[in-house]
């Protein structure tokens, strides 16, 4: 099932608009939240020298562009699609294209944001004043993060959506950073002595999340880029 012309078929109008409402109502959830998560972060972060807790404020607000760029995609065609039919299920799938290459290109950057705090921090060698900031806002951002990247995954299925589906994917991203500052906090908190154990995940965790900001720009840019996330049959 293709986005556009699902969205572009009369029959399937009313259960398409619900999941595009929905997909854009998720979209200023995850905005709302991340710049919250981010400025809060970044304040601790700073106040509290913890590069890792810095660093992930500016994951959130990269989440934050990674929702803008699904609420643009999904708000402009429906309103192309009120307009012209026609030009809107063709601008539609230039605007999935460009929506998900945009999504990959801010996987990269996280994962080089992600890298370099990891490098900075090891190569201080001094741990933060203190892990708790980092221990509330990650347990936080674990429930909160599951909850979307549970909702958009279900969009992006019904609406054969790259867009949501890499938006998703942009979610599960924030999900392991959280686990990995979780999981840093509490060490350091038991273990001081292990103040480098969440810059080592958080290096691996940049490997990963730089081969899916790849693998999605590739896809962006492939010429049999239908729009669609190929997990519906």
């Known amino acids: 099932m293709d986005t556009n012309r699902s969205i572009a078929n009369e029959e399937a109008t009313p259960v398409q608009d619900r999941f595009v409402k929905k997909a854009i109502l998720l979209s200023w959830f995850t905005i709302a ?9 970044i304040y601790f ?9 810095a660093g992930f404020g500016l994951d959130s607000f990269i989440e934050v562009g990674s929702a803008f760029l699904v609420l643009w995609r999904f ?8 307009n012209n039919p026609d030009d809107g299920l063709r601008l539609g799938l230039e605007r999935e294209r460009r929506a998900t290459y945009g999504i990959g290109v801010l996987f990269i950057l996280l994962s ?7 490098v900075y921090k090891i190569v201080l060698m001094e741990p933060p004043d203190t892990a708790l900031p ?23 299925l019904v609406l054969d959506s790259a867009t ?13 950073l959280s686990a990995v500052l979780f999981a840093g906090s509490v060490l350091y908190l038991l273990f001081p002595a292990l103040w480098w154990a969440d810059s080592v995940a958080a290096a691996t965790l940049a490997v990963l999340i730089g081969n899916e900001g790849w693998e ?14 190929g997990c519906v049959d």
């Open 134 to 156: 980092g221990f509330i806002i990650s347990s936080i951002s674990l429930g909160f993060m599951y909850f979307l990247y549970h909702s958009k995954r279900s969009v992006a």
């Open 75 to 82: 708000r402009s065609e429906t309103a192309d699609l009120n």
């Open 45 to 53: 972060g700073l106040s509290e020298e913890s590069v890792a807790l």
């Open 33 to 41: 939240f991340n710049f919250v998560e981010g400025l809060v972060s």
């Open 164 to 176: 949501v589906m890499k938006d998703a994917a942009c979610s599960m991203a924030c999900i392991k």
């Open 216 to 229: 999605t720009i590739e896809a962006a840019r492939s010429p049999d880029f239908s729009g669609g996330c």
């Open 112 to 118: 080089v944001a992600t890298a370099g705090g990891a």
